[in-house]
């Protein structure tokens, strides 16, 4: 994992409020959301988060446990 995934993971872990958004990634990483969806569809990848069927662009993705 890169730094900025490992950051973001950080606060969702933390308790992070409400669930995690590609636009919440992006504010916390500060980066671009072009940038925030690409970590994302990586963790994706490896297991670490998963998205709920069905998800839209505002789609909230969740650790995996």
């Known amino acids: 994992m890169n730094a ?3 950051l973001v993971l950080n ?3 933390d308790g992070m409020e409400g669930t995690l ?3 919440k990634w992006a504010a ?3 980066c671009s959301a072009d940038t925030a969806l690409r970590d ?3 963790l994706m ?3 670490v988060q ?3 069927e069905g998800g839209d662009r505002s ?3 969740f650790l995996v446990t």
């Open 11 to 13: 606060c969702v872990r």
């Open 45 to 47: 990848t490896r297991g």
């Open 21 to 23: 958004t590609i636009a």
């Open 40 to 42: 994302i569809n990586e």
């Open 4 to 6: 900025w995934q490992t």
């Open 28 to 30: 916390i990483g500060r």
């Open 50 to 52: 998963v998205r709920p």
């Open 59 to 61: 789609t909230g993705y």
